[in-house]
């Protein structure tokens, strides 16, 4: 399970990084925003996005609707994890397709959680 | 002297000038009556340039105040550069931070294995307590970062309470992107918790 790892404060990616590790996936590459995770995902295999949202250049919305409108990477589950609060926000997500939504802060049960639940639906729809 | 005093003082003063303006335009004194306007004319814009020049000193007091400030009287590009400093700031301690983490859980799974004679044990405890005084330290950032940021907002509030002193309102404020960012507790309240964001998401079949 390789993982991609996208916000812009390298603090977060650290953080999330971190983690991830503790739940053993230790397979993870990091993006600065949307338009370099899409220029990785588009040059090595990932097997999920965690993203923020509110990024420079590129948003993490944007590089949701980018990867849902790709033919090679419109099923790779995309996990937000954003200070983004809004119903309408949150709205806009999981009609952009998103695959969870946590709000920032966060904790370490809350990222296991919603890990869980998305490989518990992919699994089942597999 | 009380406020309605100090108006009907106002009144009777500007009422004195008109009279006396209208006085000499009719008698055809031209010099006296472009006097009175004139008077007219500096009592209302006084306050104004009053206001205005107060603002800019204060401003320059409140960042002349401000540590490490170069000494020529800054603007609010100051300030910027001030939040910025912040957001550097706390990036470096929580790296730092992260690193000491790092290493004790490191040093964690080392005492986890077991193998370890007594005395490297200990070696291993006291850098771990040395690392969690470290961290412990390294929050010192918050202290600084705090008063930096304070600072900025009595500037961001005399501005405000300048352009509100002189009548201006300040600009409606638009988000500039319409991301709301973090919210804020008491100011957001449009903003949903992680529970409400799961609702919702389950609602919409997710």
């Given amino acids: 399970m390789r993982i991609l790892i996208v916000d812009d404060f390298s603090t977060m990616r650290r953080i999330v990084k971190n983690l991830l590790g503790d739940l053993g996936f230790t397979n993870t590459a990091e993006a600065e925003d949307g338009h370099a995770a899409l220029a990785l995902l588009n040059s090595q295999p990932f097997d999920f996005v965690v993203t923020d949202w509110n990024m420079p250049v590129m948003t993490g919305i944007e590089l949701l609707k980018a990867i849902r409108a790709d033919a090679r990477l419109k099923t790779l589950p995309v996990l937000m994890v954003t200070a983004e609060a809004k119903r309408e926000q949150i709205i806009e997500a999981a009609q952009a397709g998103v695959n969870g939504y946590i709000i920032k802060p966060f904790t370490a049960q809350t990222l296991q959680e919603k890990l869980g639940k998305i490989f518990e639906r992919l699994g089942a729809s597999a | ?206």
């Fill in chain 2, 1 to 206: 002297m009380n406020a309605s005093a100090g108006s009907a003082n106002e009144r009777a003063l500007l009422a004195q000038r008109l009279q006396d303006a209208l006085t000499a335009l009719e008698s055809g004194d031209e010099a006296g009556w472009r006097r009175e306007i004139d008077a007219l004319a500096a009592s209302r814009t006084q306050p104004m340039m009053a206001g205005l020049g107060r603002l800019a000193r204060e401003l320059g007091q409140a960042l002349g105040e401000l540590p490490t400030l170069p000494s020529e009287a800054g603007e609010l590009t100051d300030a910027c550069a001030r939040l910025d400093h912040v957001v550097e700031m706390t990036e470096k301690a929580t790296h730092r931070t992260l690193d000491l983490a790092e290493e004790c859980r490191g040093l964690t799974a080392h005492l986890h294995a077991g193998e370890l004679p007594a005395d490297e044990q200990a070696q291993v405890l006291e850098r771990i307590r040395h690392n969690l005084t470290e961290i412990a330290l390294t929050q010192s950032y918050q202290d600084l970062t705090g008063q930096i940021i304070r600072r900025v907002v009595g500037i961001v509030r005399r501005v405000h309470e300048g352009f509100g002193a002189l009548g201006l309102p300040p600009p409606e404020n638009e988000s500039r992107d319409g991301l709301a960012g973090p919210a804020v507790t008491g100011l957001d309240r449009h903003a949903v918790s992680q529970n409400d964001a799961d609702d919702l998401l389950s609602d919409l079949g997710l």
